[in-house]
Nanobody, 120 residues
Framework: VQLQASGGGLVQAGGSLRLSCAAS????????IVWFRQAPGKEREGVSCISSGDGRTRYVDSVKGRFTISRDDAKNTVYLQMNSLKPEDTGVYYC??????????????WGQGTLVTVSS
């Protein structure tokens, strides 16, 4: 199983980025996908998740109204559209696959991270 996160980069505050999480080796349409992030010196934080099937979504309060998660099961990919970025959004963003759409706990599968840096 592989989960490949991409799309990170350096952006000014107020800017946008779109992250992608491409999966292989698992029945993608049966798994919920979760985005986490970890800022330097801080604990990992669940950011958003999207359920399989009905596509229900969840967001941590700090990104509501700014981030949008979506999935394309035909491409085995989940996206995280991040708008109005703030310096506190800086961190390494990881995607994980699990059977539950939750923003805490361990995942069945983890991908490698992609670095997002938001300058002020």
């Amino acid at each position: 199983v592989q989960l490949q996160a991409s799309g990170g980069g350096l952006v000014q505050a107020g800017g946008s980025l779109r992250l992608s999480c491409a999966a292989s080796g698992l029945p993608f349409d049966r798994y919920d996908i979760v985005w986490f992030r970890q800022a330097p010196g801080k604990e990992r934080e669940g950011v958003s998740c999207i359920s399989s099937g009905d596509g229900r979504t969840r967001y941590v309060d700090s990104v509501k109204g700014r981030f949008t998660i979506s999935r394309d099961d035909a491409k085995n990919t989940v996206y995280l559209q991040m708008n109005s970025l703030k310096p506190e959004d800086t961190g390494v963003y990881y995607c994980g696959a699990d059977l539950h759409c939750r923003l805490v706990g361990d995942m069945y599968y983890w991908g490698q991270g992609t670095l997002v840096t938001v300058s002020s």
